[in-house]
């Protein structure tokens, strides 16, 4: 259908009409692409009961049919299911090997591409006859695997003529939508990054990170003990992403959509008018549902599909249950690389199961992400409160000092903790540390009051003491010159008056001078 060209279904094992009905379950319409030309299906009832071998057998009847089937309607592409029922009735090993190989030849003559099923043989051989394997082109290996009770369809290109290939296992997944396989193992690490940074959704979070959040199509690992709020903080990143008109995949392992979306309304978050809007999605099941390769490529799937700018998977811990530490490391990694690849931020929580700060998770992905937020309980005085620290993030100046993590029905803040002689002080003991230093400093402020009156009172006395001081020296200072002045002027006045003395005795001298000359 993909690419136009018409084929060929010669089946050995299902009538058309169950064939038919059958590949409806995986979305294609048999019927349609028949009456389009495009398809033609053509059932072989082989039964051994019913077949009498005299003489040697051969393929020239199946050639003859086959070849008007292709030539009817220009087919590109065969498919034979399977080749085991055809070979049912053959006895003779040499003479089954013999046709087994210009039946390769013969397809390949027609210029078709052909497949042929086949049933895996016992011990060492790939396929039942043994043959197949060595005359095929490529050959494609499919195994049901269960482990702890878990299903996992793989399938293993085992050769690929004149074609490089990969030759590890992959899974692959048949659903409504047909059969998804993703290359889970083939991931380079060759993805672009960007400079853009995307809010976390807590203002005092995004302070802490830089003051603009996460890179995007980074990955953020929130741990924490039960309690801590880590379903809180990736329901704060969620509804931010949400409120930017942007879409977000909420993968939910341990809580159901609506039970979410009750508990954050607690907390002022809003989440259903996102989903009403299309914006937000959730996919809530049990790990046990399928295995860690199905969840892999289910979540490849629905990503694609719903396009997201953001994803959360919450939590992570609980995949535990159907993989060991090492395979849920391996999925988380290959689920990291495809969402850098796409330039999707995902945000992971994991629960932590101890108290004690520990630079490794139980899942061992705290190394392979981007950003790292842990949030612990802080016990004090009989109290417990929680507390934020940003073990690591790449790329961007952080903060390194522990926070406090509140969560109140207006939502969540961070705020400085006290660090005092008793060391880190939250909750209750914080509060009345401040308390007591507000009172300390109103006693403070009120001695300060106190003395600065008393100085100015004593300032006040000084100062008039020298008004009074400054008035007596003015005072004696006024005697002072007054008594110099009234000397000045006895002086002056005695002078005045012996000059006039002697002025007189001039004048008596010189009258009594004149008589005698007479």
């Known amino acids: 259908m993909e690419f136009d060209e018409p084929g060929v279904f010669m089946a050995f094992e299902e009538k058309a009409a169950e064939l038919t009905m059958n590949a409806g379950s995986l979305g294609f319409d048999l019927e349609q692409l028949q009456k389009e030309k495009k398809l033609k299906i053509d059932y072989v009832h082989i039964d051994r009961s019913e077949i009498q071998e005299t003489g040697e057998f051969d393929l020239d009847g199946l050639f003859i049919r086959l070849g008007y089937a292709i030539d009817s309607i220009g087919a590109k592409r065969v498919v034979l299911d399977t080749i085991e029922n055809l070979f049912s009735s053959l006895t003779n090993e040499a003479i089954l090997r013999a046709e087994l190989r210009r039946l390769f030849h013969w397809l390949k003559e027609k210029g078709v591409t052909a497949i042929i099923t086949g049933e895996r043989g016992d011990g060492r051989s790939l396929t039942r006859q043994g043959l197949e394997e060595y005359v095929s082109d490529c050959v494609i290996l499919l195994d049901h695997r269960v482990i702890n009770q878990i299903s996992t369809r793989r399938l293993r290109i085992v050769k690929y003529r004149g074609s490089e290939h990969g030759t590890n296992e992959y899974p692959f997944l ?12 083939s991931l380079k690490l060759e993805k672009e990054v960007s400079t853009e940074r995307v809010s976390s959704g807590i203002p005092a979070l995004d302070k802490m990170l830089g003051g603009k959040g996460f890179f995007k199509g980074g990955s953020v690992l929130v741990s924490g003990t039960a309690g801590t709020g880590k379903t809180s903080i990736a329901a704060c990143f969620a509804n931010e992403i949400c409120n930017k008109k942007n879409r977000c995949l909420y993968f939910a392992f341990e809580e159901s959509p609506k039970q979410i979306i009750r508990n954050m309304r607690s907390i002022n978050m809003d989440l259903q008018k996102h989903v009403d809007k299309g914006l937000l999605q959730f996919m809530a099941s049990r790990p046990t549902l399928h295995g860690l390769e199905q969840h892999l490529v289910a979540m490849h799937k629905l990503i694609k599909v719903f396009k997201p700018q953001a994803v959360i998977l919450d939590p992570i811990t609980n995949l535990i249950t159907v993989g060991s530490v090492s ?46 937020l842990l949030v612990r309980d802080i016990e004090f005085n009989g109290e417990r409160n929680r507390g934020m620290y940003i073990m690591k993030s790449r790329g961007m100046k952080h903060s390194n000092q522990v926070r406090e993590f509140i969560i109140t029905d207006k939502g969540i803040d961070l705020v400085e903790v006290y660090l005092g002689p008793d060391g880190v002080l939250t909750g209750s003991a914080r509060e009345a540390q401040k308390l007591q230093e507000r009172t300390g400093e109103i006693l403070r402020n009120n001695a300060m009051g106190m003395k600065d009156r008393e100085v100015l009172r004593k300032k006040k006395v000084l100062e008039a003491k020298i008004a009074s001081l400054q008035s007596e020296f003015e005072s004696a200072e006024e005697e002072l010159n007054k008594i110099y002045i009234e000397e000045e002027l006895v002086k002056k006045v005695t002078e005045s008056n012996r000059q006039q003395i002697l002025q007189r005795r001039r004048d008596d001298n010189e009258q009594n001078g004149g008589k005698g000359k007479n």
Do not use: Y
């Not at 048949?174 to 193992?185: A, E, F, H, R, Y």
């Open 327 to 372: 395979e849920v490391k391996a999925m988380l990694i290959r689920l990291i690389d495809f969402l850098q690849e796409e330039q999707i931020t995902v945000l992971f929580t994991a629960l932590t199961l101890n108290t004690v700060v520990t630079e490794q998770t139980d899942e061992g992905v705290s190394s392979l992400v981007d950003a790292w």
């Open 174 to 185: 048949i659903d409504q939508d047909g059969i998804s396989v993703l290359p889970v193992t």
